[in-house]
């Protein structure tokens, strides 16, 4: 009987399978292998020795398997070869087939020719992500896909970055949302990682293989996939052999013949083969070094009371965080008199309830003269708890770092998921940095691996301070690290190593990915550092040896936030606390339930928390609608808005019998009077895509050829899907190489991606019985245009001279200018009303598409909500071409530098940016924007938007804003 020998040999796990001639499965076996892969290997083998009585052949395949068969001169298959064997060996009829494993995620698809797309540097939407969501709900796999079956609404949320779609679920959490609808939402959320950012266009249908470990034990992520996909049952197999698949694919592709011995004596000097690793400084040369720098940070401590038998006024701090809250109630000193810091778990109200329960256990008459929150929890504690007020996290960390140092000119805070650094000028906040779509810098990324590795993070951190050699790891992404630390475990490395060197890429992270510091004096003399991350000796250490001197960490570097809002309640409230009492806490309840608002065609997705007293707390919107307690007051100018309703009455001002389709998208947003009149003057009327929406989105989709391009391209995709939908036959979508000539730059191009995304489309996407028109056109040059455009239109059944199209040209731009100066007089309009009324402004600036409500997630109405005048880039008044320090080519780009000028000239006057996550061109933009604020002592704020709606991070930022003026002003 001739037997064949398969391993599949993963980034946490080994797979093996043996066959016998006729390719029956006489065994198969599924392990961890605990990054130690040579040693399950040869244990392997040993336990396979009754298969291996007479020579039978073998191979490894797995992306753990490379580097062991070239160091053992063992056969190696490729996975995508082993995986397609198998395939085509039992599932014949097969289309595609997805396979999703420990730390990778892949697409085969077998029409035509086989082809294959694998995931690259980002493990975001693999098992490794399904894990870290899981452990942050608190919940088991088994848990978490049973859940998912119940929900009753789907949130978005990124599974670009394993850590980081904590940001998106935090917030959620922190509303209420049923754990069900999270749970559906975290499996919808890697449904549409695959279908983006692996199928890149390419359409997944017919039948549909499921493999791998996450697809074969989560049934419920199998059914975001089939309702995604509108599978038929018969379409959709998930085989029993869907964990060992590669495995087996391996054992049918061997061919090399061993023997038992030869075998097991080749695995065998694999596991005694000595290995390298690459390592960096020690953190303390010894232990007096090590005793010197405890000794140093103990003077930072803060004095703490006696809680039991305290008589006077006590002010409360609750700091409700991304993965934890604090809690701190002092006394009329500033002296602790209780603390808390505890992991949410899930359910914040739960941890707070419990923790005032235990103060007023702890002395009944304690007498609460002020109660304020902060962080991400914010509201919901403000209103559960009937607290005072709340503060902008970014403030209360300032105070308090102040408290510790007066002089303190700047603030890093290393939170659980997020990292904020406060630059401070003159008394306030001058400039604050947070991070934006990757958190590998953050507390969760060493809690994770210490975790991942059997130990919990105070455990694990305090191992990395005796480490001798600690490995080099550089800066990656959090979840893909992984395979870095097996691979140094794998080649020798202690976990003391592994401990300091994951601290050291923390550090490294932070200030190189985050601040993106040049040098040290780009971050300040007197730094003051917080946040439970730097409670770790050995992060803290490694902050000290990048920098190269001493910073601040107070004894309560992880209460920070919690200790700002006390010492805020004990600054701003003079009267006793409307925070619960016993009683109420006793009866404390809270229930939640989803409903989507139907106040616009937003269709927010609001939560709506009720207590048992009667409040309610409604969460996710993004306007005052369903908030009926909100008395109404003026409605401040927004220049958003009204060039939205300048362009909805556009789109209705001419009509016509003869009809073409164009998308509302991009540059259209610029471009639409201009089309809307060259038409009319041709008799032709334009019908337009609506703005977008989730739906339209996700109907396009499927057709998305690159992950890599910016959400507003993405869209564009949807557009057409509904203008397919259309009676009339004809989409219109040029390509534009150049804008309209401003005068204001040295060139007047639209970016690349502007500029030739029709031709994306037009290959990316079936039109079905429509025809899809892209000419090359440019509006600065009469003749090109009437030429171009006389042989597109007679393509489209349309016959017209070309002094009639040179006509019709000449009443476009004439259309379009008419436009922007009735824009430019709402714009005067509104600084008139902000002026008379003393209201700051805010220039919000982007790019004309940055208007699209999708995709600027109404950050308009936040801005409105916080008390701002909104104006926009493109109603600021045509200022002088200005010398800038970079490029200055691009028409959009232009507007941009003007409006920054623009800014700081008018001292009652801030600039927002909004950009595009993936938008290389911004980099440039954003840097030239903010030293031209920063010329005249204004505040930069960048927002980065993607397709997540999620706005805490925006809240925050915005928040701050608002406060730093303030303390500008009072200063």
Same mark, same amino acid.
């Given at each position: ?19 016998? @001639? ?26 396979? &020795? ?36 198998? *395939? &085509? ?7 595609? /087939? ?6 990778? /995620? ?75 609808? %999270? ?48 599978? @038929? ?121 419990? $923790? ?5 256990? *702890? ?49 890093? $805070? ?33 809690? =994770? ?23 080099? %790891? ?11 630390? +097996? ?88 009267? &006793? ?7 109420? %806490? ?26 048992? $007293? ?38 209705? +001002? ?6 073409? !389709? ?12 201009? #089309? ?11 019908? #337009? ?17 690159? $992950? ?61 019985? +429509? ?20 042989? =597109? ?21 004439? @259309?379009?200018? *008419? ?24 220039? !919000? ?16 109405? !936040? ?26 080519? #691009? ?19 801030? !600039? ?15 840097? @030239? ?39 500008? &002003?009072?200063?």
């Amino acid at each position: 009987m001739t037997i064949r020998i398969g391993f599949d040999i993963g980034s946490t796990t080994i797979k093996a399978v043996v066959l016998d @001639e006729h390719n029956n499965i006489l065994y198969k076996s599924y392990e961890r292998h605990m990054s130690q892969a040579r040693q399950k290997a040869l244990e392997k083998i040993v336990e396979l &020795k009754e298969y291996c009585k007479e020579p039978f052949s073998f191979a490894i395949s797995g992306s753990g398997a490379l580097g062991l068969c070239e160091a053992g001169d063992l056969p190696f298959v490729q996975e995508v070869f082993a995986s397609a064997s198998a *395939i &085509k060996r039992f599932y014949p009829n097969t289309d595609c /087939a997805i396979e999703l494993g420990g730390e990778d /995620a892949k697409i085969l698809f077998f029409q035509g020719s086989l082809e294959q797309r694998m995931n690259s540097s980002c493990a975001g939407g693999t098992g490794a992500f399904i894990d870290q969501m899981a452990s942050l709900l608190n919940m088991s796999l088994e848990q978490m896909n049973e859940a998912s079956f119940h929900y009753q609404k789907i949130y978005p949320i990124a599974s670009r970055c394993g850590v980081f779609a904590k940001s998106d679920i935090q917030p959620l959490i922190n509303q209420g949302v049923d754990k069900a609808d %999270l749970c559906a939402s975290i499996f919808q959320c890697v449904v549409n990682q695959t279908i983006t950012s692996l199928a890149q266009g390419r359409k997944i249908e017919g039948n549909i293989l499921f493999l791998g470990g996450p697809l074969f034990f989560l049934s419920g992520l199998r059914k975001r996939f089939e309702e995604t996909l509108n599978l @038929e049952p018969s379409q959709s197999v998930c085989p029993d052999t869907a964990i060992h698949f590669v495995a087996l694919g391996t054992a049918l592709c061997s061919e090399k013949e061993f023997t038992y011995d030869e075998l097991v004596g080749k695995l065998q000097a694999l596991v005694d083969m000595p290995m390298e690793v690459e390592s960096s400084l020690p953190l303390f040369e010894n232990e007096e070094d090590y005793q010197n720098f405890i000794d140093r940070h103990q003077q930072n401590d803060v004095e703490y009371g006696n809680l039991e038998h305290y008589e006077g006024k006590t002010y409360l701090g609750i700091d409700s965080g991304s993965t934890t809250t604090k809690l701190v109630l002092i006394g009329e000193n500033h002296q602790i008199l209780y603390q808390s810091y505890t992991s949410n778990k899930g359910n914040p109200l739960d941890v707070v309830l419990e $923790d005032l329960k235990r103060i007023y256990a *702890i002395n009944p008459k304690v007498r609460i003269y002020g109660a304020y929150s902060t962080g991400y929890g914010e509201e919901l504690m403000r209103v559960a708890f009937h607290l005072d007020g709340g503060v902008v996290e970014t403030m209360a960390h300032y105070v308090a770092a102040r408290f510790f140092n007066p002089q303190v000119d700047y603030i890093l $805070d290393i939170g659980g998921q997020d990292i904020k650094c406060f630059k401070i000028r003159d008394g306030h906040i001058d400039d604050i940095v947070l991070n934006e779509a990757c958190s590998s810098g953050c507390g969760s990324f060493i809690e =994770t691996f210490a975790h991942s590795l059997g130990y919990d993070a105070k455990e694990f951190a305090r191992l990395g301070l005796h480490s001798k050699n600690p490995v080099d %790891l550089g800066t990656r992404c959090t979840v893909f690290m992984n395979s870095g630390v +097996k691979q140094a475990q794998k080649n020798g490395a202690t976990i003391e190593d592994i401990s300091a060197g994951l601290c050291k890429s923390v550090v490294k992270n932070a200030l190189y990915k985050v601040i993106r510091a040049r040098n040290k004096d780009d971050i300040g003399k007197h730094i003051v550092v917080q946040g439970g991350t730097f409670q770790n000796d050995a992060i803290l250490r490694s902050f000290e040896q990048e920098l190269g001197y001493e910073v601040i960490r107070p004894s309560i570097a992880h209460l920070m936030g919690a200790f700002g809002a006390a010492l805020y309640a004990k600054k701003l409230h003079r009267t &006793k606390s409307a925070v619960l009492g016993p009683d109420a %806490l006793a009866s404390f309840s809270h229930t939640s339930r989803s409903v989507a608002c139907n106040g616009c065609t937003n269709h927010c997705s609001l939560t709506i928390n009720t207590f048992a $007293d009667g409040t309610r707390l409604v969460a996710g919107n993004k306007c005052d609608k369903m908030i009926k307690s909100i008395e109404k007051k003026t409605e401040l100018p927004d220049l958003y808005k009204d060039k939205m309703e300048m362009l909805e009455k556009q789109k209705q +001002k001419y009509h016509h019998e003869q009809k073409i !389709l164009m998308p509302f998208v991009l540059n259209n947003y610029d471009m639409l009077p201009f #089309w809307t009149k060259f038409f009319d003057c041709l008799q032709i009327e334009v019908h #337009w895509s609506s703005p977008t929406t989730q739906e339209m989105y996700h109907d396009g989709q499927q057709t998305i050829p690159s $992950d890599t391009a910016c959400f507003p391209a993405k869209v564009v995709h949807g557009h057409i899907m509904q203008l397919l939908k259309e009676k009339e036959e004809s989409i219109f979508y040029p390509c534009m190489t150049y804008n309209v000539d401003e005068h204001q730059s040295d060139n007047h191009f639209n970016c690349p991606l502007v500029a030739y995304y029709p031709e994306n489309i037009a290959a990316n996407m079936d039109f079905k019985d +429509k025809k899809f028109y892209y000419p090359y056109i440019t509006v600065d040059d009469p003749n090109s245009f009437a030429k171009t455009m006389q042989k =597109t239109l007679e393509q489209m059944g349309f016959n017209y001279k070309r002094s009639q199209i040179k006509y019709a040209l000449q009443q476009g731009l004439l @259309e379009r200018q *008419i436009f922007h100066e009735q824009l430019v007089q709402k714009h005067l309009d509104a600084v008139n009303f902000a002026r008379a009324n003393a209201i700051p402004m805010v220039v !919000l600036c982007g790019r004309p598409y940055h208007l699209d409500p999708l995709i600027n997630h109404q950050i308009h109405k !936040l801005l409105i909500q916080l008390g701002f005048v909104v104006l926009s880039e493109e109603s600021v008044p045509r200022q002088q071409k200005q010398k800038v320090f970079v490029l200055n080519q #691009w028409t959009y780009h232009a507007r941009l530098y003007q409006a920054a000028k623009y800014v700081s000239e008018n001292p009652d006057m801030e !600039l927002v940016q909004l950009v595009s996550f993936g938008c290389g061109i911004d980099a440039i933009t954003s840097d @030239e924007v903010k030293d031209i604020l920063k010329d005249a002592n204004k505040f930069y704020t960048q927002i980065k938007i993607d397709e997540i709606d999620n706005l805490g991070a925006a809240r925050i930022r915005l928040r701050s804003l608002k406060e730093a003026i303030q303390e500008g &002003k009072e200063n």
